[in-house]
Nanobody, 127 residues
Framework: QVQLAESGGGSVQAGASLTHSCAAS????????MGWIRQAPGQEREGVPT???????HYADSVKGRFTISRDNAENTLFLRMNSLEPEDTAMYYC?????????????????????WGQGTQVTVSS
């Protein structure tokens, strides 16, 4: 069982930047794909970016050019750098890991089909 713990959320003004971190309880390399998912009140979960073990990434159109996902397998940590934040980015952000399953990374972005999830961290962007 992989445990994931997010940090780095907060309340900011539009245009600001934030960086999320997600610390894993065991080697992140054991998880083929990791990603960030967000959920705003009253809305469905939305895959934001995903990254596989080779460093290939896939982003939702809504965040392309503004968000950057990265992972440090040596430190068992996943990151999400968010620039040019907009009020529409307000949501609870979760990190997730696929475990040993190997599907295309676009699958994880679209289906949020992860084996392990963190508890989430809130991001609030005011205009």
């Amino acid at each position: 069982q992989v445990q994931l713990a997010e940090s780095g959320g907060g309340s900011v003004q539009a245009g600001a930047s934030l960086t999320h971190s997600c610390a894993a309880s065991e080697s992140t390399y054991s998880s083929y794909c990791m990603g960030w998912i967000r959920q705003a009140p009253g809305q469905e979960r939305e895959g934001v970016p995903t990254i596989d073990n080779d460093g290939y990434t896939h982003y939702a159109d809504s965040v392309k050019g503004r968000f950057t996902i990265s992972r440090d397998n040596a430190e068992n940590t996943l990151f999400l750098r968010m620039n040019s934040l907009e009020p529409e980015d307000t949501a609870m952000y979760y990190c997730a890991a696929s475990g040993g399953a190997r599907r295309p990374i676009w699958w994880y972005l679209e289906k949020n089909d992860y084996a392990y999830w963190g508890q989430g961290t809130q991001v609030t962007v005011s205009s």
